[in-house]
Nanobody, 115 residues
Framework: QVQLVESGGALVQAGGSLRLSCGASGTTFSIDNMGWYRQAPGNQRDLVAI???????IYADSVKGRFTISRDRLKNQLYLQMNSLKPEDTAVYYC?????????WGQGTQVTVSS
């Protein structure tokens, strides 16, 4: 079992920056890929960025060049650095970890970008 807790969400003005964190606990040694997803009201949950166990990163087109995903295995932390934020980035951001074929989710953290 893996437990995930996100933090770092806030209200920020357009053009600003935020860094989200996701702390993992439990059987963290078995975690393969990790990623960030987001869900705006009335929308489905969409991929933002993922990082594989070998460090390969994949981004949604909408965040390429603005967001950076990173992972600190020693600290069991996943990060999402978000720059040049836009109002359309407003959503609840979720951390996901895949372990032994099972997906685990955090509770989410709210990011609101005002225009």
């Amino acid at each position: 079992q893996v437990q995930l807790v996100e933090s770092g969400g806030a209200l920020v003005q357009a053009g600003g920056s935020l860094r989200l964190s996701c702390g993992a606990s439990g059987t963290t040694f078995s975690i393969d890929n990790m990623g960030w997803y987001r869900q705006a009201p009335g929308n489905q949950r969409d991929l933002v960025a993922i990082i594989t166990s070998t460090g390969i990163t994949i981004y949604a087109d909408s965040v390429k060049g603005r967001f950076t995903i990173s992972r600190d295995r020693l600290k069991n932390q996943l990060y999402l650095q978000m720059n040049s934020l836009k109002p359309e980035d407003t959503a609840v951001y979720y951390c996901k970890a895949r372990s032994r074929g099972v997906d685990y989710w955090g509770q989410g953290t709210q990011v609101t970008v005002s225009s």
